[in-house]
């Protein structure tokens, strides 16, 4: 029987693939690069650097909050959010704290708290004894997706940050590459005790447990599966154990399948936010005017391609997991309707369209493999005498105005070609041998 609930908030962190970084004229696009060459006084804080906010981060951070739903804070501004560590030179983070660009929302029926825009910190390089930094990163835009605690297993878990991967890559905010960092996941997690029956209180519902675990540095999906699974787990083994669970940061070790202690958890109130002076408040409806053309999304797509190409649905599946796959797809069968499910079946099963740069090439293709070689004209013609002539009755029944005795012939034919007459030839030639008798 179960005992506990699992409670469980994310934060996702998407890098926009904007030209530059937040506040400054760097790169954003740091994945690769030499370390510590896409930096200036502003993104390292050096004395008297003034910083500005980015336009185009703000109005990706916008579209996104629109697509899932949040209502668009008419006033935003950003705080400093002072923490020292080593890979944050100027010794506080330029965020948001209240008034953030986007409030409220949902995805998969899962509630959204937030979303805010903010600057990346530096990364830390770990080698033997020594840790070094690289500061490429630190500045770069990142949107930040706060999740309401409303998660109580791994595969709602899942689902959700891959659907709103794909969502972020049909919006074209950015690729959400986990494997370059450009998604990045945390989460929150602690768990609650069932009364017997595996029921909760009525009395508790909606109240969380007095702490809550982060678990940080997640870098891929099944990495964010396996650490979920065995933080689950540490904290079922201690609540068994009448043990006093803290409010803490871990990580993940894949080697020991085990979660680790990082640092104590901070409260908000630890980070010393106050409003940032060099920057002003900003009035966010002027970029709402450019953040409005939301595009068909993932799960729309999904129920139209169901509803009008009739495809299974693992078919569709993989159609709209990529925006550009499945563009082409609906190229193709504009110019072939009659062949939707071959030119489905022959992008999912043989990755024919990686042949074909165009629709158009990839159609003629198909048209050619499924191109049937039909009968000769002799051997038609003479397939033709040889029905008429065994069905000597529903000749005179033609003969006599049963016109619906055509269909019986022509079955007749296609019987003995072994299906490889043209029926549109039959049915011409069928008709001429019928007149010459009548």
Known sequence: MQKYINIIGLEIHIEPNTKSKMFCSCPQDHFGAKPNTQTCP??????????????????????????????????????????????????????????????????????????????????????GDESLIDFNRSGCALIEI??????????????????????????????????????????????????????????????????????????????????????????????????????????????????????????????????????????????????????????????RFMDMYKLPKDYVEILISDLERANYFEQAVKLAPDLTKSIADLMINKNMDNEYPEPAGFVKKIVELTKIEYASTSDLEQAIKDVLFENPNIVDSYINGKGQVIGFLIGQVQKVLQGKGDPKMINVKLIESLQKNI
């Open 42 to 127: 502003i993104c390292l804080g050096l004395p008297g650097a003034l910083p500005y906010a980015n336009k185009e981060a703000i109005k990706k951070t916008i579209k996104l909050g629109l697509a899932l739903g949040s209502k668009i804070s008419e006033k935003s501004k950003f705080y400093r959010k002072h923490y020292f560590y080593p890979d944050l030179p100027k010794g506080y983070q330029i965020s948001q704290k209240d008034n953030p660009f986007c409030v409220g929302g949902s995805l998969m029926s899962k509630k959204i708290n937030h979303i805010h825009l903010e600057e990346d910190a530096g990364k830390l390089i770990h080698s």
């Open 146 to 303: 706060v999740t309401e605690p409303v998660f109580n297993n791994v595969s709602e878990v899942l689902s959700f940050v891959k659907e709103l991967q794909l969502i972020a890559r049909y919006l074209d905010i950015s690729n959400a590459d986990m494997e370059k960092g450009t998604m990045r996941l945390e989460a929150n997690i602690s768990l609650k005790a069932l009364l017997g029956g595996g029921r909760m209180d009525s009395r508790e519902v909606g109240n969380l447990p007095d702490y809550k675990v982060e678990l940080k540095n997640i870098n891929s999906f099944k990495f964010l599966e396996k650490a979920l699974k065995a933080e689950i787990e540490r904290q079922t083994k201690a609540l068994d154990n009448s043990e006093k669970l803290k409010q803490e940061t871990r990580g993940y070790d894949e080697k020991t399948k085990t979660t680790f202690s990082q640092r104590t958890k901070t409260d908000s109130d630890d980070y010393r936010y106050f409003p940032e002076p060099d920057i002003s408040p900003i009035n966010s409806t002027e970029y709402i005017v450019h953040s409005t053309k939301i595009p068909e999304l993932p799960q729309a797509k999904r129920d």
